[in-house]
């Protein structure tokens, strides 16, 4: 009878260190996992981030391009509507 415990405790130990090795793995691969995942949705998001506000600047250079050119354009006419009006006034 005394052997049969010893072999059940024996068992029982290995098992127990058995087990103890599987719940540690299992938290190093999903703290891994879990690591690797955040990593990467940082990085997408910073890529995107990037791509978009690179857009915002295109289009804000190409709008401030056209404002530009319709300023001058409006000034450039009213000047001619004023130089008429001063002619007209002279006469």
């Known amino acids: 009878m005394k052997s049969f415990i010893l072999i059940i405790g024996a068992i029982f130990l290995a098992s127990c260190a058995t087990v103890g090795a599987v719940i540690d793995g299992g938290k190093d691969l999903t703290?891994?996992?879990?690591?690797?995942?955040v990593k990467t949705a940082g990085n997408i998001t910073t890529?995107?981030?990037e791509d978009v506000s690179g857009v915002i600047d295109t289009v804000a250079q190409s709008t401030e391009n056209i404002v530009d050119n319709v300023?001058?354009?409006i000034d450039e006419q009213t000047d001619e509507l004023q130089g008429n009006e001063e002619e007209k006034q002279e006469k």
Request: aromatic letters at 0%.
């Open 31 to 37: 703290t891994s996992v879990i690591d690797s995942t």
């Open 47 to 49: 890529s995107a981030l």
């Open 71 to 73: 300023v001058e354009q």
